[in-house]
């Protein structure tokens, strides 16, 4: 779990989340656009995750990708979470390569694997999480752009 406490923590957030069949990413974000919190977690977890997370977060949205499983995911929401959440859907095309950059940015190489070309080096875990960081950043862009 990655978590940062290190802003006001009852300011609003929003959380993100990339559905899949498989894995989630999710991530909170405040309206600072300070990550606090980012997880990639099983499919089954996914809605437990959530319910704690907003237990833990003044989360006032949900943002979620428009792609794959997202509409069998926005149904299932509405009908499990405890408290109805509001859901927007944001267009999450070319957000699986824009966290492998991003997860270079987060987490940069040391040592030999500094001197790797960024195209050649692997990413040691899935990206969902950082893709989850991104449907927030491009639902507060669409407000402000």
Request: one cysteine or more; charged letters at 25%.
């Amino acid at each position: 779990m990655h978590t940062d406490s290190s802003s006001l923590p009852d300011q609003p957030t929003i959380l993100g989340f990339d559905p899949g069949r498989l894995k989630c990413g999710i991530a909170v974000m405040g309206v600072d656009r300070i990550v606090k919190y980012h997880q990639v977690v099983s499919e089954s977890d996914a809605i437990a995750e959530i319910e704690t997370l907003r237990q833990t977060f003044p989360v006032s949205l949900l943002v979620m990708g428009n792609q794959t499983t997202s509409k069998n995911w926005k149904l299932r929401l509405s009908e499990t979470l405890i408290e109805p959440l509001r859901i927007v859907m944001v267009d999450e095309r070319n957000s699986s390569l824009e966290a492998r950059d991003r997860y270079w940015q987060m987490y940069p190489p040391k040592g030999f694997l500094s001197l790797v070309p960024q195209s050649l080096r692997s990413i040691p875990r899935p990206v969902d999480d950082i893709v989850a960081i991104l449907l927030i950043e491009r639902y507060l862009e669409r407000l402000v752009g």
